[in-house]
């Protein structure tokens, strides 16, 4: 079975800042990663996501993440963050093959500063 | 394309009552999720649908939720006799094919509240 772990329950940050969200994962089969965002009363919408090839992954809305193999991380970071970015983002792992369900961390809440 | 639908986006029912959850996936996706998320928690896996058929109820609490995913398209969650800690949101999330790597595109929710 697969779970990941995110370190931070929330980040307060100021605008045009960076900012990295943490996440690590724990599997003992190859995986596939994912981030997920969710606005205030939406469902989840898929951030970007590692299945193989490059460990730099660039998403939507200028975020990107680095799969780090040997430190089974999957940190998400933005160069500069909006207002817009006032979110929950939720780090999420499956295996990579067959009927593997996707298991989500615990999410972090990205609090953007005027 | 269109997005997962999900009716309604609210509910309220007192405990012991009977509910149920409307799920229409995108158009082509043969994996459907419902998924469970508890106030302040990540969302966890209740059901996956591939088709009609089930793969994986192993979280689903058979004794209270049921679900089924009639012609392999829309599907109904039902929860029969409601407990306080079934409040929670139910998500519907449907892929074009079976693990993660397809990408789940999810639907807005329904936000129930047991009283």
């Known amino acids: 079975a697969q779970s990941v772990t995110q370190l931070d329950s929330q980040v307060p940050v100021f605008e045009e800042a960076p900012v990295e969200l943490r996440c690590n994962y724990s599997?003992?089969?190859?995986?596939?990663l994912f981030w997920y965002v969710q606005y205030p009363n939406q469902g989840l919408q898929l951030l970007l996501k590692y299945l193989s090839g490059s460990t730099l992954v660039k998403g939507i809305n200028g975020f990107e993440a680095e799969f780090n193999k040997s430190q089974t991380s999957f940190h998400l970071r933005k160069p500069s963050v909006h207002i817009s970015d006032t979110a929950e983002y939720f780090c999420a792992v499956s295996g990579s093959w067959g009927y593997q369900k996707v298991t989500f961390g615990t999410g972090t809440k990205l609090q953007v500063i005027p | 394309e269109a997005g997962v639908a999900q009716s309604p986006r609210y509910k309220i029912i007192e405990k012991r009552q009977s509910v149920a959850f409307w799920c229409n996936p995108i158009?082509?996706?043969?994996?459907l999720y419902w998924y469970q998320q508890i106030l302040g928690q990540g969302p966890k896996l209740l059901i996956q649908f591939q088709n009609n058929g089930v793969v994986d109820d192993s979280q689903l609490p058979k004794d209270r939720f049921s679900a089924e995913r009639l012609k392999g398209v829309d599907s109904t969650l039902k929860i029969q006799p409601a407990k306080l800690e079934d409040s929670a949101v139910y998500l519907c999330?449907?892929?074009?094919?079976?693990?993660?790597?397809?990408?789940?595109?999810f639907g807005s929710g329904t936000r129930l509240t047991v009283v």
């Open positions: 999330a449907s892929s074009l094919g079976p693990g993660g790597g397809a990408g789940y595109t």
């Open positions: 599997s003992s089969v190859s995986v596939y």
């Open positions: 158009s082509g996706h043969a994996t």
